[in-house]
Every structure is written in C-alpha cells, then in structure tokens.
C-alpha cells in the first residue's frame, strides 16, 4: 500500500522561471481570443489624446511654451497605468471566483510566480498600448526634442509607473470580491489620480490646498520626469522636490509603493479564500 | 496501517462561527473516503485545509505521509484537487486548460502534451479539445477539471463535490472515471450531498455536521444504522384509507402509519421482493384504488435527521 503514495511522478523539468513563463501565456492566449480587455485599457488615455490634444487644444493654456499636444502626451501614456489598474483587479478577482486560483494555490508552484506570471503579460498588453498612445501622439505634432538615452529612460519610468499600477491592481481584486465594485474603484482612480495630478493642467492653477497632494501624486513626477527627459514642455514653476527632482522621486515613491503592495498581495494570495 | 490522508482534531474558526471543530479522518491508500454532509457542514473546509489551501487554527493532518501545515509543497506535489467549482479558464480550450497545468507541475512540454491527450481521449473530450472551454456544458467542464487535476497522476485525490448539478448521464461518467483511478491505486477523498454517490464510490463514509464527524464506517453500516427502505403508498379516495392501512398492517413490520395532512401511507416492510409482492396482493384484496405505490430508500435527510435529529437544511445553521 506505501507503494501507492511513493507514486510520484511530478517532473523536474521546469523553474519558477518556466512556471511564469506559462502563466504569461496563459494571459497572452486570453487577449487573442477577448481582445476586449485592450480596448479597456486604450480607450481612456486614447479619448484624452484626441479630445484634449486635437479638438481642445486652443483653448487651453501650456504652462511655459510650446504646444498642448507636447504636453498631453506623457499625462495619456501614464494614464494608461491607470487604467490597468481595474482590468488587473478584475482578473484576479474572476480568478479568485471560478476557483482557478485555488486550483494554482494547490500546486506545488512559487506563489509569487502566479502574480509574476500576471503582471508581466498585463505589463505586456500595457507597453502595446503606450506604443498606440505615442503613435496616435506623433500623428497630431508630439515629437521627442532629446536623444535614443533619454526616449528610453522615459518610456522606462513611464513602465515602472504601469508596472506598480497592475500590482496595486492586484491587491485590489485580491481585497475585494466583488466586480462591480472593483469596476467602481478602477474607474475613480482613472479620474481622481489623473487629475489630481500634472497629468493634464498644471498645478499651479489648482486651489492652493490641492496643490501640494497634486504635487506629490506619484502621477506627477512621473509625467514630469517624462517631459524632462523627452524636452517637451513643462511648467516653469519648480516648487517642491517632485518638481525638482522628478525622476529621483518618480523611481523613489514607486519603488516604496511596489515595496509595500508585492508582499502584501502575496500574503493575501496565500490566505485569499474563493468565495 | 499506511493511511495515505489522516487528520487529527482539526478546529478552524471564522469570526464567531466555527467552521471545524475537531475532524479526525483515516484514510488507507488506495480507497475511497465518502464526506456527506449538508452545505456548511464544513466538508468544504475539511478539503481546503488537507489540500494546504488553509490553515487550520490546531489539530494535525498528513496527505501522502506530509505534513500538511509544515510541509505544504511535498503535500501539493502528490495531491490533485478538483474544487466545488469547475476551475477551468474558459478561454483556455480544454487542451491549453490540460497542458498548462502540466507545465506548472514540471511534467515538461512534450509529456505535458502526450498526457492531455491521453486524458482528453479518457474523459472524451476529444472532440471538443480544441475548442475554448467555456463553450462546454456543465458535465464537458466537470469531467476537463477532473482530467485537469489527475494530469500528474498525484497518488491522493480531492474531489469537492464533484457531482453537484450534473445531470445523471455526466454523473455516471465521472463515477467510472473515479472508479478508475482508483482502480490505479489512487487515493480519493470525495466530499458529496448524495448518499447515492457516497454509496457507489466509497469505501467508507464519514457523515460531517457543525464542523465534526458525527458517524462513521462502510456504507452498509451506515445505511443499517439510519433504517431499510420503507414503502410509501397514496390512495385514490381518502375514504379508503383505513381500509389501505389495515391491508398494510397484516404484511408490514409494526404498525404502519399515514401522515397528518390526509396523504402518504407508510409501512416498514420485512426485506425481500416477497414482502412487495404481498403488500401490492394486500391492497387489491381489499379493493383499495393506489394511486402512488413506492419504495424509498434513505435520502441524506433522513440520515440527519436520525442521526442529528434534525433537518439537514437546518443542519448548517448550527
């Protein structure tokens, strides 16, 4: 009878490495066959290019010089973060819900490597749909005034800022069950973080006890950071450190908040019960 | 003896409401161990915590010889887990569902590729293997989610109520698919409503209420200790329902007996086809017209109710 429970024939042939691997392409089947979730994702950051950037753009001031377009163009692409945030959230929770999750929980795989597996594939999705953005960006007049070093750097940062955005995702539809709120939450950070921020407007017109929440909205530094780094116009207005320093606080106050959400999403993933 | 599942005085707690409180089990390898219970019995619970998804707040359990709070990983490589809801990714076709959880346990690409296959033919779902599995029905996803948890072939098997609101032709499929496994030499422990589906699978039963096993042993001790099939009978004109009753009361055990509300007859009757026959001949005799005339075997509600004294939809409150 011990002969029965010695019959393990669980292969060695694979890493956590591998594991992940496998869980992107998971992801990356399910966005060929619901091509849905990019239209999600695109449509926000798409609607603020051409409204703002094209209809609008006369009527609004550019803070120093140059053209609103130049402007926009970094707030769109990061909002793109923002708006993964609820597709990312409502994976996990339809995860949680079908069962899946316990499914993977009960094999004898790294815990991190099904988060990983996740947030590399949605990072995937992300990076196409900034590359859009940008596209739909260098179609109205945005350009890049800086060299390939400095493009580069910005698209990082700007990545980074995606990346942290689908963990925070995580966490969320690890914490709340229920779609239609996550729905609800998802759609609220898009609008009160895109605009509590640089993203769009300057702070500087905003009510002075706005201003400093605004200006230390991640959001912000990241934008700015991008716009430094791609020569577009920015506010001449430097007050305040993410103003001064906007990559060092962009890569500083991202790195703290994936500090924080990594483990905490991995603990809730090991004690999270289906409902 | 070698018990491939044994459990000791699992107590979990949620808040205020006591989810186990001190499940012992005993599982031999290589049988099958039947969980009947009502919802929130804690059969759920149970599973959860000997398949490492939870953490139970004192008592021991071994899966496989491991530990299942110390050693959780060697616990996972042997066991396969099929939960009370089919967990197959419905964008996934059956076969993507079947190989990338044969990657995810190490099987490698291309055995992970020939044991889909072979299960997808198994389960026959290979018409349907490459189509997403969220177009199958109900029993196509039940049987791909068993496929999908036997894909390493793991020595210890926990099937969360894996017949719940199939209709009876899947049903019968997935008991031959159980039945099988075990046939291999796996170890199942499967959790159920159905003292039917306990009856055809299990070796013995364990019957759970309020988070404890309440009885325990084979299937024909459990089923002598709730009662023998009984006959049910309704008559055509109320008036002769005492006439009915004394027909059944010269061929029944004890005095047979009619519900309050003017309907069903009841009567304990000796085993045996003859004792049917008698009962049917009876009635005739006295020239009562049956409209309803029935044998009724034990249902889980009556276990609880001999067992708990008490209705099993009652049976989760407590």
């Not at chain 1, 939450?185 to 895109?194: K, R």
């Not at chain 1, 993203?199 to 400093?212: C, K, Q, V, Y």
């Amino acid at each position: 009878m011990s002969l029965a429970l010695e019959r393990v024939v669980i292969g060695e042939r694979g890493s956590a490495l591998t594991d992940t691997f496998a869980l992107v392409g998971r992801q990356l089947t399910h966005l060929r066959r619901a091509p849905g979730k990019f239209v999600g994702i695109a449509m926000n950051p798409l609607v603020m290019m051409l409204v703002l950037g094209y209809l609008f753009k006369n009527f609004i001031v550019v803070p120093g010089s140059g053209d609103y377009q130049e402007y926009i163009l970094a707030g769109c692409a990061a909002q793109v973060g923002l708006a993964s945030v609820g597709p990312s959230a409502i994976g996990v929770a339809s995860d949680l819900r079908t069962g899946l999750m316990d499914r993977l929980r009960s094999l004898p795989i790294s815990r991190t490597s099904v988060l990983m597996g996740r947030t590399l594939s949605d990072l995937a999705l992300a990076a196409a749909t900034v590359a859009v953005v940008s596209l739909a960006g260098l179609l109205l007049g945005w350009r890049i005034h800086t060299g390939l070093w400095e493009a580069l750097a910005g698209y990082g940062i700007l990545l980074l800022f995606v990346y942290t955005m689908l963990w925070v995702g995580v966490l969320i539809g690890l914490a709340i069950h229920t779609l239609e709120t996550i729905d609800a939450v998802g759609a609220l950070m898009v609008v009160l973080f895109s605009f509590l921020s640089s993203a769009f407007l300057s702070t500087d017109g905003m009510p002075e006890w706005i201003r400093p929440i605004a200006a230390w909205n991640p959001l912000s530094a990241v934008v700015t950071a991008c716009r430094d780094l791609w020569g577009n116009p920015s506010s001449p207005v430097r007050d305040g450190l993410p103003a001064q320093h906007p990559v060092i606080v962009a890569l500083v106050s991202l790195a703290l908040i994936l500090a924080v959400v990594i483990p905490l999403s991995v603990r809730s993933f090991r004690t999270a019960a289906a409902r | 003896m070698d018990y491939a599942i044994w459990a000791e005085g699992l107590r979990k707690r949620y808040g205020d409401h006591d989810a186990l409180t001190g499940v012992d089990l005993a599982v031999p390898a290589g049988t099958v161990l039947g969980v009947l219970g009502p919802n929130g019995a804690g059969k759920t619970t149970t599973v959860r915590t000997l398949a490492t998804l939870l953490r139970p707040d004192s008592g021991q359990a071994k899966v496989a010889g491991y530990n299942v709070v110390t050693q959780p990983r060697e616990v996972r490589r042997r066991i396969g887990l099929a939960g009370q809801y089919a967990a197959v990714d419905e964008l996934l076709t059956g076969r993507e569902n079947l190989v990338l959880l044969g990657t995810l346990l190490r099987l490698g690409r291309k055995r992970a590729r020939e044991r889909s296959t072979e299960l997808l033919e198994r389960f026959e779902l290979t018409d349907a293997a490459d189509r997403p599995a969220g177009t199958y029905s109900g029993g196509m996803r039940r049987r791909l989610d068993l496929a999908t948890c036997l894909i390493a072939d793991p020595p210890v098997v926990f099937l969360d109520e894996p017949t719940t609101g199939l209709d009876p032709t899947s049903r019968v499929l997935l008991w031959r698919m159980v039945r099988e496994q075990v046939a291999i030499g796996t170890t199942v422990l499967l959790t159920t409503q159905y003292l039917e589906e306990a009856d055809q699978l299990a070796d013995s039963i364990v019957v759970i209420d309020a988070g404890r096993v309440i009885a325990e042993g084979t299937p024909d001790e459990l089923k002598r200790k709730i009662g023998e099939e009984w006959l049910e009978v309704s008559v055509a004109q109320p008036t002769q329902r005492a006439a009915a009753l004394a027909a059944l009361a010269r061929v029944s055990v004890g005095e047979p007996s009619a519900a309050a509300d003017g309907g069903v007859l009841t009567a304990q009757l000796p085993a045996g086809m003859g004792a049917v026959a008698a009962a049917a001949a009876a009635l005739g005799d006295a020239g009562v017209e049956v409209v309803d005339f029935a044998l009724r075997r034990p249902s889980l509600d009556d276990v609880f109710f001999t067992l708990t004294g008490k209705s099993s939809g009652e049976g989760g409150q407590s």
